[in-house]
Structure formats: C-alpha cells, structure tokens
C-alpha cells in the first residue's frame, strides 16, 4: 500500500511538472479537476469541484442511489416519519468507525449538525456554513440511544431526505473537530470509501482505500485529485497519459477522445444551470426592462451551438428541465432580439453607462466561462451597453460574488447543480437570501410573491401540489429576469480505456468506490 501511494504521489508530481512523460499506475486513480478545493471540511464547501472529492470521504446518513436523486440509506439504515411530517427518526448503522478510529454513533450525528446551526455550540466557529440554510427547518436533535437519533422540525420540510443526501449533510468525526478546529478542512476524518492522505495545495489531493468500508473496500488503491485550472493544458494531460479521468471536458475537445479506443467518453444529464446574476440593488438593473433587454439582446443559442457546440440547451428559467415534475415547460427562452433589446433600452431611458462584468476563469459548472463572456459582452455592446470584463480565479471569483455585487459590479456569471428544486431558489432568490443573511441572493431580488410560493412548496408533502407551487415561481422570476437564464448542460467526463466502472451521477458528484484501474 505504502509503495503505491508513494508512486501516485511521485506520478502526480511528475505529471504536475511534465505531462509529455507521465503515465500512471495501476490501481491508482489520478483525476484532473477544474479547480483546487476551498476546504475538505463539507460542512463549509459550496462548490461541486469539492464535492466529486467529499463525497468519497464521507457518508451522509443517507445517499442518492445509483444512477438518480432517489435517497436510499447509508449511515442510516432506516427512519420514520411522523404523521404530521416535522418528526424524523432513524436508526443508525451498526460498527461504523471514523477513519481517525473514533466511533460514529447518535452522538456524533447530533454533533454534526448542531455545529452548523447552533450559534451557541463550541465549535460554531469553524465555520462559516453557507449551506446550512438546507437545515433551517430543524428545531432539535435528540440522541434516543446510542444507534436511533431523532429529528424534529420546525413545520414539514418536503426536501429534508434529498438535502440530508447532500454534502451539506455528509457526516465528519466530531473528535477530528475537535482536534484541530477551523483547520479541520485540511485534516478531514470521515467514514467513507477512502481516507485522507495528503493535500499538496495547488498540485494533488490523495485519498488511499479504506479497507474497514462499511459497504465494502473499493477495488482502487488511492486516488489523486489534481487541479488543473486550464482546459487545454486538462486536455494535453488526458492525452499524452498523465490523468485517468478529466472533468468537464470542453466542447471543442470532445471530438479528440470520441471514437478513439484508448479512451472513453461519458455524459449525463443533470439539474444544471449557468445564468447572470444581475444586480438589482444599485446600478441599471434595478429597472425591469433594463433586465428584460439583457434577455433579449443575448444570442443564447449562438452560446449554445456555437461556443458550448451542442452540450447544452438553452435555458428559459430558473428551474432545470431535468427537474421534470417539477419544471414549466410552457415557459419558452427569451429569444434572441436585439431590436426588442433596444426598444426596451430606450423605454426605460438607459443612459449608455459601462457595466461591470464578473467573469471566472473556471469552476464548477461553470463550462466556457470566458468565451461565453465574450459572446455576451459583444452582444450587449451591440444593443449600445458597453461592458469591462474583470476576470478571476474561481475561489477568488466567488469571494467577490457571494457577498454580493451591490457597489462592485452589474452582473456576474454563475451556475448551479443541485438535488431538488427547491435549493437554488431558496438560497439565491427569496428576499431572505441576501448575502448579508447568509444566502447567495448576490444581485437582491426580492419578490414577495415568490419569498411567499417557495415557503408553500417547501412545507407542502404532496408533490403535485409542490409542483404546482414551483411553476407559478418560475412564471414570476421569468417576467421580473433578475438572471439572464442562459444554458442548461450536460455533464462529460472521459477516462482510459482501461479505467473500469466509472459512472456519472445525475448529482454531478464523481462516485469511485466501485471504479477499478488493473493496467
């Protein structure tokens, strides 16, 4: 074991510094990613680039099955819902030890999310928790015994499974917390399908195979996440043998691996969406016509067919289509009109004022960001709104947006993946979201008819009726465009041949515990 870790750390540097050379070995996964992790800490992260790595350290209570959004146990072997839908209790698995060799137990579970929502806990502090908000419907947590943990919330929560399913609930050792606080992120401990090894900033991160695994030892004997910011330089790595697996894979590129047999390609849809935050506190966005003219003035189907060739759709709200019970499909993109774009301008008496535009240079989900920047920045000077592109690295991007863009910039890119139409809603549109109340609600729509609309479909538990809730909401935010909706895409992936049982998950995160790499 120690000799094959030594040898994908010593590949993974190699491959780092000189890609023409490298070739990895067997039983070692290493995986080109599209950006260095923020933290190993789930309990803080936000972006899927990190989650493709938690999600083989950790276990949430439980877990999508394979090839859905469907929840199905893991940590938990089963719950119970109380009638009246706000009381959850479950019973917990048997034998489980954290990677540090603590226990996992009731105890450790009540730890975990007191953690995140109670401002009085010790350990309070080493966050902060972006996504807690997925948890505000819990009142309490009470250990019954040392196996049975029960949950009681505030009023029904429809999304609770689906959001316990999701990073934000996966499960860290309380003792490892303990141990070395905020720093916990860069000494993660949880029980999952691989453990921690190293975290090389900017060049690898290493997790080996848990052999004690709960569901079983994987067949891999570690597995290196490199981030490799750069597309092309991704590509370059892929083919000349330096990576088994690449993420997000660009457009133009796809074609290299396609019907090649050394290599095989992979898509997924998924709930996705990249959009433009608009800033709607200060700035010309505060006028509706003025957002509705961005709308129309973007050749989205130029982005899409040309830029993105073909591995995406245009989008036509805030809800993914993949969604389908829940998703409007009567509502159509706004078409590509620069004469509207320009009729609307003039009705709202804009007065040919730069825009700041925030623009990253990659991240998760995030596709051509540049070039699809480019496309837009053309097409809106073409409507008479010049625009200063300021561009940035993905962690540094979001530390510029998060917070909100009021006095900073006009718009920004973004794009989503989530579990349940519920999540990117409630975090970046309801007027409870601002930045300043712990929401990703950047540019500050506020709709009270839609704050109102997305408290119903949260507490309702009948999907028709959830269902029915989101479509009205998804009509309001067309109209009132506080985004520019622009593409809904399928997820890629390409691995070596030799690469064995790799699947892509309609989650977007990146599940190795079955993969195998014998040659």
């Known amino acids: 074991m120690k000799r094959l870790l030594a040898a994908a750390l010593a590949v993974a540097s190699l491959a780092f510094a000189a890609p023409v050379v490298a070739q990895t070995p067997p039983n070692v996964l290493i995986v080109g990613q599209i950006a260095e992790p923020k933290s190993l800490d789930p309990a803080v992260d936000t972006a899927v680039n990190d989650f493709r790595i938690l999600v083989n350290m950790y276990d949430g209570l439980v877990r999508y099955k394979d090839g859905t959004l469907e929840v199905e146990p893991a940590l938990a072997t089963s719950w119970d819902i109380s009638e009246d839908g706000k009381t959850y209790t ?29 401002e ?32 009681t919330l505030s009023e029904p929560y429809a999304p609770f499974l689906s959001n316990l399913a999701y990073p934000i609930g996966l499960i860290v050792s309380p003792e490892a917390v303990k141990e070395y606080g905020a720093d916990f992120g ?23 195979k848990n052999a004690d695994y709960w569901d079983g ?8 996440f490199r981030p490799v910011t750069d597309a092309n330089t991704r590509v370059a790595e892929m083919m000349s043998g330096g990576l088994d697996v690449m993420v997000e894979v660009p457009p133009d ?57 073909g591995t995406a759709e245009v989008a036509a709200g805030p809800t993914p289509p993949a969604f389908a019970w829940a998703y409007d499909d009567s509502l159509s993109p706004y078409p590509y009109d ?34 699809m920047a480019t496309q837009i920045q053309a097409d809106l000077e073409a409507v008479g709104m010049p625009v200063k592109i300021e561009t940035y690295e ?13 006095g900073e910039a006009d718009m920004a890119e973004m794009a989503w993946m989530t579990n349940d139409p519920d999540t990117l809603p409630f975090l970046a549109l309801r007027s409870e979201a601002f930045p300043d ?10 709709n009270p008819e839609v704050d109102k609309l997305l408290e119903q479909a949260r507490t309702s538990t009948d999907q028709d009726e959830r269902a029915e809730l989101y479509k009205q909401m998804q009509g309001i935010v067309h109209d009132d465009a506080p985004w520019v909706f622009v593409a809904n895409w399928k997820q890629n992936a390409v691995t070596k041949a030799s690469v064995e049982n790799f699947k892509l998950q309609p989650s977007f995160f990146l599940l190795l515990q079955k993969v195998a790499k014998p040659n």
């Open 90 to 118: 479950f019973k917990l698995r048997e034998g489980v030890t954290f990677h540090d060799g603590s226990p996992f137990n009731a105890e450790a579970v009540k730890f975990n999310f007191e953690r995140m929502l109670d």
């Open 120 to 151: 009085n806990h010790p350990y309070y502090d080493t966050g902060p928790f972006p996504l807690s908000f997925n948890f505000s419907a819990v009142d309490s947590i009470e250990v019954v015994d040392d196996l049975t943990v029960k949950f």
């Open 186 to 208: 860069r000494h993660p401990s949880g029980t999952g399908a691989f453990k921690f090894e190293e975290w090389d900033p900017n060049a690898k991160v290493v997790v080996s």
């Open 217 to 224: 030892a994987p067949p891999l004997e570690a597995v290196v």
């Open 253 to 309: 590129s796809l074609s290299q691996f396609t019907g090649n047999d050394n290599y095989t390609v992979y898509e997924q849809a998924g709930p996705h969406l990249w959009f433009l935050i608009l800033n709607l506190k200060d700035g010309v966005f505060t006028d509706k016509k003025v957002r509705q003219a961005v709308n129309y003035a973007i050749n989205k189907e130029a982005i899409v067919n040309d830029i993105l060739q």
């Open 338 to 371: 620069p004469e509207k774009a320009k009729s609307l301008l003039e009705e709202a008496g804009y007065d040919g004022s730069e825009l700041t535009f925030y623009v990253t240079e990659g991240g998760s989900g995030m596709l051509e960001p540049q070039a």
């Open 394 to 406: 993905w962690n540094t991007f979001l530390g510029k947006v998060n917070p909100g863009l009021a």
């Open 437 to 446: 109340k712990g929401g990703f609600n950047s540019g500050y729509y506020s």
